[in-house]
């Protein structure tokens, strides 16, 4: 049995969820599967409003466009960027410039092919031979450490400018940029996470999550353990002498945590 799943956890520090997770089976064909993440942009106001409006945007399209287009993926993603210019032009005309933002992160899984789309620094992963691969990139000012073999992907969360978004939804015009990724359904899990999760685990963590649970309850697992689990996070004496600077250590809950899972049959 396969299972659909989304899951969001305020956290411990914040006053309001600015993370919006969904996911839907189209009701035309089953096959056909949407899951989405926007997390509302925390140092700008009104994050809820930006991820919902998004969200719901992005579900009323899942619903109305051709099912027939949705399920051979092939030129979904120019769809998609139409759409998504489409809302971030409303979204700056109804509230403003540098008002609001969220970023956005879905998976559409088609009837040979899964279509990852990514605007921010939420992560698409799929789990296939024991492995979990992250298939999308972060857009942040870090990603590039990382991307050119400076830093291990896991000490990125120490640097203080880790959350510097360089693409979102609804801040400006010049700051929409999507980038789109396809692969094969070959995969036996996709799963997609706020950096709420991905700032206090790492890869080898929500590995250990994946097959240490029943898969009902994998999801809630990596929610729970992001949240509530005291890591013991430490910046690694080598990034400290690496790079001279401040280093921060992310508390556990900190920030809205959220996740949206696809498990095969």
């Known amino acids: 049995m396969s299972i659909l ?34 997390d509302g942009m925390g140092g700008k106001s009104q994050g809820d409003v ?113 959350n510097f978004i360089t693409a979102c939804v609804g801040l400006s015009e010049s700051f929409c940029k999507s980038r789109a990724y396809i692969v094969k359904n070959t995969y036996d899990m996709a799963l997609l996470v706020t950096d709420g999760v991905t700032d206090l685990l790492g890869d080898n963590d929500i590995k250990k999550c994946l097959v240490k649970k029943k898969q009902k309850d994998i999801l809630k697992h990596i929610i729970d353990t992001a949240v509530h689990k005291d890591l013991k996070l430490k910046v690694p004496t080598s990034l400290k002498m690496k790079y001279k600077g401040r280093f921060t250590v992310p508390v556990h809950g900190r920030d809205n945590a959220s996740g949206v899972i696809y498990i095969k049959d």
């Not at 309001?16 to 926007?38: G, Q, R, T």
């Not at 998976?107 to 899964?114: C, D, F, H, S, V």
């Open 5 to 38: 799943q989304a899951i969001s956890d305020i956290g411990l520090l914040r006053d309001i969820n600015e993370d919006y997770a969904f996911c839907s089976s189209h009701p035309k064909n089953p096959i056909v599967k949407l899951m989405v993440l926007a």
């Open 50 to 162: 930006a991820s919902q409006e998004v969200v719901a945007d992005i579900e009323a399209w899942f619903y109305h466009e051709d099912v027939g287009i949705l399920s051979e993926i092939d030129g979904v993603s120019a769809i998609l960027d139409k759409r998504i210019q489409n809302i971030n032009k409303y979204l700056i005309q109804k509230y403003g410039e540098n008002f609001l933002g969220t970023t956005l992160t879905l998976a559409l899984i088609g009837r040979e092919k899964t279509l990852f789309y990514n605007i921010g620094d939420s992560r698409g992963y799929i789990y296939k031979d024991k492995e979990l691969i992250q298939v999308t990139e972060d857009d942040s000012g870090v990603w590039t450490y990382y991307k050119y073999g400076d830093v291990d992907k896991d000490d990125l969360r120490f640097f203080p400018t880790n």
